[in-house]
């Protein structure tokens, strides 16, 4: 039989082939992010790290090899609403989880049994489980105390972790997926188990023939500063060791710090090793990207002013970096506005997942800034929720602090250094020339101010307030207190 091609048959032959392809991709991508926890701006060689003890070695190659991005910012300054609004590629204020605890209860059964991400929100892995990926979570969770927040309702094939942080001088227990399998883990010990776990999970799906997607939630490098024996100096192992309270940030655990962004670096170098010689390097998208900024005095988020439980810069700005051989282009730095929410609608392009059009997502789809197509946000406005307040708004290179009270502030802000406590009036920060929120224009752009004010009302109107219930602010299904100063039940 003979088949003769003319120009319509070609052209429709190329439009075939092309619905075959993503961005080139003739199977499905793997998916990695690497979330890590409390690591500034500033934490990193290839962010470049004042403090000489920083070395990582492992993702400043990793950023050579694809982008680094310095205009990153997470959804909140602190752990929980980072985390769901990742998941979620929605603001946390939209997506439920605002606020959270650390697992201790000290908010009661009311808090912990109605504040958490709610299974009626849908999560990067279940618009993956569909189209035939094998996904996984190991790590910090952070989404809720209550079973019903766990993991595995949220579309994870498989959890191995802690769902929260470790507790100085303690242990915390492990589950595997909804059962504890580990009732006493010390934090050096979780480490490389997740490392492994990462490890494992890629073989598996090789093993399936399916693609994966993994979300590595580390510890590090948040507290308690307990370092490894292996990746401290003996001068800095002595620190550690003449702590009254090992691993308490007081009495030289900002000294241990560095010690910890060095281990993380090492456990990165191991998954990136493993994929290479897996040989599905070049079919893997990894991310890597912070929480929020630094636990401050550990870490740094130089040059910008404040760091976690904040609405400065330095507790939202963070370091990103995505790699993807042949796919990204190496040695990219980019200045673009962008959000961790941004990682969803990406993700979903990338994999070819259908979104409801009948859900709001804030998060944008970065895919030409990430190939290096274009180096401009999509994000018009951002806004700067610290619980259910609205704190901040930002425009471009304008960003606007809003006027406040202590009682407006969430439970975690109060009293901490560098942040607001009490503002009279509007602030007007261009960070273009003044990166560190130091110099008040408001007085000499006042036209700014009125056109940020617009949007903030709309933003209350939409997500709410610390006064004020949004019209698409999800409800915390029962829970009857004040998210941003729940009741504590022991000290």
């Given at each position: 039989?003979?088949?003769?091609?003319?120009?319509?048959?070609?052209?429709?032959?190329?439009?075939?082939?092309l619905?075959?392809?993503?961005?080139?991709?003739?199977?499905?991508p793997?998916?990695?992010?690497i979330y890590?926890?409390d690591?500034g701006?500033?934490?990193?060689?290839?962010?470049?790290?004042?403090?000489?003890?920083?070395?990582?070695?492992?993702?400043?190659?990793?950023?050579?090899?694809?982008?680094?991005f310095?205009?990153?910012?997470?959804?909140?300054?602190?752990?929980?609403?980072?985390?769901?609004a990742?998941?979620?590629?929605?603001y946390?204020?939209?997506?439920?989880?605002?606020?959270?605890?650390?697992?201790?209860?000290?908010?009661?059964?009311?808090?912990?049994?109605?504040?958490?991400?709610?299974?009626?929100?849908?999560?990067?892995?279940?618009?993956?489980?569909?189209?035939?990926?094998?996904?996984?979570?190991?790590?910090?969770?952070?989404?809720?105390?209550d079973?019903?927040?766990?993991?595995?309702?949220?579309?994870?094939?498989?959890?191995?972790?802690?769902?929260?942080?470790f507790?100085?001088?303690?242990?915390?227990?492990?589950?595997?997926?909804?059962?504890?399998?580990?009732?006493a883990?010390?934090?050096?010990?979780?480490?490389?188990?997740?490392?492994?776990?990462?490890?494992?999970?890629?073989?598996?799906?090789?093993?399936?023939?399916?693609?994966?997607?993994?979300?590595?939630?580390?510890?590090?490098c948040?507290?308690?500063?307990?370092?490894?024996?292996?990746?401290?100096?003996?001068?800095?192992?002595?620190?550690?060791?003449?702590?009254?309270?090992?691993g308490?940030?007081?009495?030289?655990?900002?000294?241990?710090?560095?010690?910890?962004?060095r281990?993380?670096?090492?456990?990165?170098?191991e998954?990136?090793?493993?994929?290479?010689?897996?040989?599905?390097?070049?079919?893997?998208?990894?991310?890597?990207?912070?929480d929020?900024?630094?636990?401050?005095?550990?870490?740094?988020?130089?040059?910008?002013?404040g760091?976690?439980?904040?609405?400065?810069?330095?507790?939202?700005?963070?370091?990103?970096?995505?790699?993807?051989?042949?796919?990204?282009?190496?040695?990219?730095?980019?200045?673009?506005?962008?959000?961790?929410?941004?990682y969803?609608p990406?993700?979903?392009?990338?994999?070819?997942?259908?979104?409801?059009?009948?859900?709001?997502?804030?998060?944008?789809?970065?895919?030409?800034?990430?190939?290096?197509?274009?180096?401009?946000?999509?994000?018009?406005?951002?806004?700067?929720?610290?619980?259910?307040?609205?704190?901040?708004?930002?425009?471009?290179?304008w960003?606007?602090?809003?006027?406040?009270?202590?009682?407006?502030?969430?439970?975690?802000?109060?009293g901490?250094?560098?942040?607001?406590?009490?503002?009279?009036?509007?602030?007007?920060?261009?960070l273009?020339?003044d990166?560190?929120?130091?110099?008040?224009?408001?007085d000499?752009?006042?036209?700014?101010?009125?056109?940020?004010?617009?949007?903030?009302?709309?933003?209350?109107?939409?997500?709410?307030?610390?006064n004020?219930?949004?019209?698409?602010?999800?409800?915390?299904?029962?829970?009857?207190?004040?998210?941003?100063n729940?009741?504590?039940i022991k000290?």
């Amino acid at each position: 039989m003979k088949f003769i091609f003319n120009k319509t048959h070609l052209v429709f032959l190329a439009l075939l082939m092309l619905s075959l392809y993503v961005d080139g991709q003739d199977k499905k991508p793997n998916f990695l992010i690497i979330y890590v926890d409390d690591l500034g701006y500033n934490d990193l060689g290839c962010y470049g790290a004042k403090d000489t003890a920083i070395k990582s070695p492992n993702i400043d190659r990793m950023a050579a090899e694809g982008i680094r991005f310095t205009n990153w910012t997470s959804a909140c300054s602190t752990c929980a609403p980072s985390r769901a609004a990742l998941l979620t590629g929605r603001y946390p204020n939209r997506c439920g989880l605002p606020v959270g605890n650390n697992g201790s209860k000290v908010f009661g059964d009311n808090f912990d049994s109605n504040m958490g991400l709610q299974q009626s929100e849908i999560t990067i892995p279940e618009i993956l489980k569909p189209l035939g990926y094998m996904t996984a979570m190991y790590g910090k969770a952070h989404l809720g105390a209550d079973v019903k927040f766990y993991p595995l309702r949220h579309g994870f094939d498989e959890y191995y972790g802690s769902l929260f942080n470790f507790p100085i001088g303690g242990t915390n227990p492990v589950l595997e997926g909804d059962s504890i399998v580990e009732p006493a883990m010390k934090y050096q010990d979780i480490h490389i188990k997740l490392t492994n776990r990462t490890i494992d999970f890629m073989k598996k799906s090789q093993e399936a023939d399916r693609p994966f997607f993994i979300y590595l939630s580390h510890y590090l490098c948040h507290g308690p500063w307990d370092p490894n024996r292996k990746f401290a100096t003996d001068e800095e192992w002595e620190v550690y060791q003449n702590q009254p309270i090992k691993g308490h940030l007081k009495d030289g655990g900002d000294k241990i710090y560095p010690v910890l962004v060095r281990e993380f670096d090492w456990h990165v170098g191991e998954v990136l090793k493993a994929l290479k010689e897996l040989d599905i390097d070049k079919n893997t998208l990894v991310v890597l990207v912070s929480d929020n900024g630094p636990w401050l005095p550990a870490g740094s988020a130089w040059p910008l002013s404040g760091g976690k439980f904040n609405t400065f810069e330095g507790g939202h700005r963070v370091p990103s970096i995505a790699r993807w051989p042949d796919k990204i282009p190496a040695e990219q730095v980019s200045d673009a506005l962008c959000s961790t929410m941004d990682y969803f609608p990406t993700i979903a392009h990338l994999a070819g997942a259908r979104l409801s059009g009948n859900r709001k997502i804030d998060g944008m789809n970065i895919w030409p800034i990430l190939k290096g197509d274009k180096n401009t946000s999509e994000h018009d406005i951002l806004y700067y929720y610290n619980g259910i307040t609205l704190e901040a708004i930002r425009d471009g290179n304008w960003k606007l602090h809003l006027p406040r009270e202590p009682n407006m502030k969430v439970y975690w802000a109060k009293g901490i250094e560098g942040g607001y406590q009490r503002l009279d009036k509007p602030t007007l920060f261009n960070l273009e020339n003044d990166i560190e929120e130091q110099s008040d224009v408001a007085d000499r752009y006042p036209d700014v101010v009125e056109r940020l004010l617009k949007e903030v009302e709309k933003a209350r109107e939409e997500l709410g307030d610390w006064n004020r219930k949004g019209a698409d602010q999800k409800t915390f299904l029962n829970y009857s207190g004040n998210p941003n100063n729940p009741e504590r039940i022991k000290k």
